[in-house]
């Protein structure tokens, strides 16, 4: 009966398009994430969550997600009625990551992976996530993922710093290979992004390690976890690559309530590739 109802819910809700200005096609897409909580496994209840936003995601990252990635994209296949695919190279769970399904109309996946980050992590391993997409009527090129950082008291940012190296070392790999690709990542990481580490990675330094610079682009002006407090959730891009269309959180989720089982609430990010120099 649930099945039933939502396959009913979404029918006709659209995706996001490319839209055409001037004879330039311009590719517009939609990023959403969110922390679905390690212990949750109703995968047709979280697919109807997501896919009840409109416009539907092209891009979806999923942290603590504990189901099997076929499970999961099955549903959000079923739900959105076209076909959701999950990342390439994620054949088994490495650690807590931001595990990503995409739309396979508008997306071609060209290769992506998952690692475990060589750290003292806290409450479980930490993964870190990519993937090399192909926009299917543009050709432009997106380089997604993303990780879900340790949770420490007082913060722990020198921790934080190498799972973060270890998800950046991928995504830097995919940059020399694909060297037109541009960033946008996303993940749960576990704290405000005005901390010390976070401002520096705004910056490009990692600690001893030297990359991209970042912009937030889900700009959300909520609270992401259920118990309150400023957004610990994010999706980042690097720094002048996108213009954000919208942002911020869908307006799912009571602040001290689950939200499907889930404890913290989804956010989303609407891009367009910006201008190229070249």
């Given at each position: 009966m649930i099945?039933?109802?939502?396959?009913?819910?979404m029918m006709g809700t659209g995706a996001t398009q490319n839209t055409?200005?001037?004879?330039?096609?311009?590719?517009?897409?939609?990023?959403?994430?969110?922390?679905?909580?390690?212990?949750?496994?109703?995968?047709?209840?979280l697919a109807g969550l997501i896919m009840v936003n409109d416009p539907q995601p092209d891009i979806i990252g999923l942290c603590e997600l504990t189901t099997t990635m076929e499970e999961m994209a099955t549903a959000l296949s079923g739900v959105a009625q076209r076909e959701y695919a999950a990342q390439p190279?994620?054949?088994?769970w490495q650690g807590y990551g931001t595990d990503i399904f995409y739309d396979t109309?508008?997306?071609?996946?060209?290769?992506?992976?998952?690692?475990?980050?060589p750290c003292?992590?806290?409450?479980?391993?930490?993964?870190g996530n990519w993937v090399v997409?192909?926009?299917?009527?543009?050709?432009?090129?997106?380089?997604?993922g993303g990780t879900h950082l340790s949770a420490c008291n007082g913060g722990c940012p020198e921790l934080n710093q190498c799972e973060l190296r270890n998800v950046y070392s991928h995504f830097d790999a995919m940059k020399a290979k694909y060297p037109t690709a541009r960033v946008a990542w996303m993940g749960d990481l576990n704290?405000?992004?005005?901390?010390?580490?976070?401002?520096?990675?705004?910056?490009?330094?990692?600690?001893?390690?030297?990359?991209?610079?970042?912009?937030?682009?889900?700009?959300?002006?909520?609270?992401?976890h259920m118990n309150g407090g400023a957004p610990i959730d994010f999706i980042f891009?690097?720094?002048?690559?996108?213009?954000?269309?919208?942002?911020?959180?869908?307006?799912?989720?009571?602040?001290?309530?689950?939200?499907?089982g889930a404890d913290h609430f989804p956010i989303f990010s609407i891009l367009t590739f910006a201008a190229s120099d070249q």
């Open positions: 099945r039933a109802a939502l396959l009913m819910l055409t200005e001037n004879t330039t096609s311009v590719t517009t897409f939609k990023l959403l994430e969110w922390n679905v909580y390690w212990q949750n496994r109703d995968v047709w209840g190279g994620r054949d088994a109309t508008r997306w071609e996946a060209l290769e992506g992976g998952v690692a475990q980050a003292s992590s806290w409450g479980g391993p930490r993964a997409l192909r926009e299917r009527f543009t050709s432009e090129l997106l380089i997604t704290q405000v992004k005005t901390t010390p580490m976070l401002a520096g990675a705004f910056e490009g330094d990692l600690g001893n390690y030297y990359t991209f610079l970042l912009e937030d682009v889900s700009l959300t002006d909520r609270n992401t891009a690097e720094r002048g690559s996108f213009v954000v269309k919208d942002h911020g959180s869908t307006g799912q989720g009571v602040t001290g309530h689950r939200l499907n």
